[in-house]
């Protein structure tokens, strides 16, 4: 399956009762595979978070199903992986509405790959009302220790980022330069901006980094796109995830700003790294 560079089209087991858990030491885990979130709510918005990279948002007042393979996200070192979920009510003539009892579910299952989700290794559980204790409206915080990391140069080479005006400054001007890059239809000029992006990501996700494709994946973008990339930076929003070593810009609804004519759009995920801002994810 043709790996896509970074085209985000945005048209984008149980011990007490707190939440469920399987010992990952107890088990004869796998040196390798793919941590997966899966999820489902009815009758109540659902948001959650892995090391704050957001797996699902809580705006909607709809029922829903889905799952988020979060191997991008996943940090080394014990104590610092987090999925964090939110319960909330709903709003308006969608709470009026009579439908399912309300609940919700969020699974962290240990995939491989070819399988499906359910035939994963469950790591924790999380079941609202039955088995999981929450308060609408707070923060539910499952801690974790992967029993592997994701093999990724990221976590080695990314700095502790410090926000301050001068790094959201020169954020900003890396994204614009980014957007002239885009604009020139020039492969290899853009695939100089993406290459740690490209290689990162095929290491987490254990595909091989072929640059062949890589330009093949640019240029068909750039069939359907063309030059027609603009960057918003009115009301921007600068937000810090996976132990500060990632920085997330969107516009003030937590939306990517840099969006094309087609409906497409491209999200900032930058890091520090040897003194210059990197797309990373």
Not at 62 to 90: F, H
Not at 115 to 140: M, S
Not at 213 to 227: P, R, Y
Not at 254 to 261: F, N, R, V, Y
Request: charged fraction near 25%; aromatic fraction near 10%; proline fraction near 6%.
């Amino acid at each position: 399956m043709q790996r896509i560079l970074f085209l985000f089209l945005v048209l984008t087991l149980c011990i007490q009762p707190i939440f469920g858990e399987v010992n990952p030491n107890s088990l004869g885990l796998p040196k390798e595979g793919y941590y997966i979130i899966t999820y489902k709510n009815n009758s109540v918005n659902l948001e959650i978070n892995a090391n704050g990279y957001e797996v699902k948002g809580g705006s909607s007042n709809e029922d829903s199903s889905g799952q988020a393979d979060i191997n991008y996200w996943i940090l080394p070192g014990k104590n610092k992986n987090k999925i964090k979920i939110r319960l909330s009510e709903r709003k308006g003539k969608q709470k009026e509405k009579e439908g399912l009892p309300k609940e919700a579910e969020v699974k962290l299952v240990l995939g491989q790959k070819g399988q499906f989700p359910d035939e994963g290794i469950p790591l924790k559980h999380f079941q609202w009302p039955d088995q999981t204790h929450a308060n609408l409206g707070e923060w539910t915080e499952l801690e974790f220790d992967p029993p592997f990391l994701p093999p990724s140069q990221l976590w080695k080479q990314a700095e502790i980022i410090s926000l301050t005006k001068e790094k959201e400054t020169s954020a900003i001007e890396f994204a614009t330069e980014l957007t002239k890059t885009l604009n020139t239809k020039d492969p290899k000029k853009i695939l100089s901006m993406v290459q740690f992006r490209a290689q990162d990501t095929s290491e987490v996700r254990y595909y091989p980094y072929v640059e062949a494709e890589e330009l093949k994946s640019i240029n068909d973008m750039i069939k359907a796109i063309g030059s027609s990339w603009k960057l918003d930076t009115n009301n921007i929003k600068f937000t810090l995830l996976c132990n500060n070593q990632i920085l997330n810009v969107t516009d003030h609804k937590g939306e990517p700003i840099l969006t094309s004519k087609k409906g497409a759009s491209i999200p900032l995920y930058l890091s520090w790294i040897a003194g210059k801002w990197v797309i990373v994810r």
